[in-house]
Nanobody, 130 residues
């Protein structure tokens, strides 16, 4: 089992940047595919970014593509979400999630479906003012 804790949220003006971190503890971080999701008040949780175990493969929805970058440092058991050119509509609680993917053929697997992730953090608030 792995535990994940997000940090780095806050208040930023439109056009600004934030870097979220997701610190993992427990089982071997490098065996987990990682993802970021967000949920705004009154809306369903939505996928934001995903990265494979190796870090070589990433995937983004069109809403954040070109503005957000997911990365990971397996030596430090941490995943990151760099968010640039932030917009007021990016305001949400951002969640980090982990999916145990131990098989060799899962090394480059990118997981975008929420139900595939078993381990979730408590979330960090990101507020973008106009």
């Amino acid at each position: 089992q792995v535990q994940v804790v997000e940090s780095g949220g806050g208040l930023v003006q439109a056009g600004g940047s934030l870097r979220l971190s997701c610190a993992a503890s427990g089982r071997t971080f490098s065996l987990y595919a990682m993802g970021w999701f967000r949920q705004a008040p009154g809306k369903e949780r939505e996928f934001v970014a995903a990265i494979s175990r190796s870090g070589r493969n990433t995937y983004y929805p069109d809403s954040v593509k070109g503005r957000f970058t997911i990365s990971r440092d397996n030596a430090k058991n941490t995943a990151f979400l760099q968010m640039n050119s932030l917009k007021p509509e990016d305001t949400s609680v951002y969640y980090c999630a982990a999916r145990f993917s131990p098989l060799q053929d899962m090394e480059e697997l990118v997981v975008t479906a929420e139900h595939e992730y078993r381990y979730w953090g408590q979330g960090t608030q990101v507020t973008v003012s106009s």
